[in-house]
């Protein structure tokens, strides 16, 4: 679990470190909402895995139905936070949802990687 977590949070400061670079050396428009967006992915990620390695313990049966749930609740989470993001500021639009995107498969990928090789012991 300690393994995930540091991983995850360096993962989510390398994105913060590119997206701040990129925005700094001008190759793009820093997006309005990157804190909030790479807070929110990193948060939904830590509490589906923390819930999912319980339920894992405890009802391994029903692991694979609850996790097609969870990414199901955080792409909605998701498409509702872009949706309100998008509508605060559709003209920066572009840089926050790329960094949305990103930020959701680059955790998403960390999550399922972590969560197979735990199923592998």
Do not use: C, H
């Amino acid at each position: 679990m300690i393994r995930f977590i540091i991983s995850v949070f360096t993962a989510t400061l390398l994105l913060a470190l590119l997206t701040w670079m990129g925005a700094y050396q001008g190759k793009w428009i820093l997006p309005t909402y990157w804190k909030e967006i790479l807070f929110f992915v990193l948060f939904i990620t830590l509490v589906i895995y923390y819930n999912l390695n319980k339920l894992r313990s405890k009802q391994p049966e029903a692991f694979t139905q609850f996790y097609l749930l969870s990414i199901a609740l955080k792409m909605v989470g998701g498409l509702t936070l872009i949706f309100f993001i998008v509508w605060d500021d559709p003209s920066s639009s572009t840089g926050n949802v790329t960094l949305f995107i990103l930020s959701y498969l680059f955790l998403t990928f960390l999550e399922v990687f972590f969560l197979l090789k735990r199923s592998d012991k």
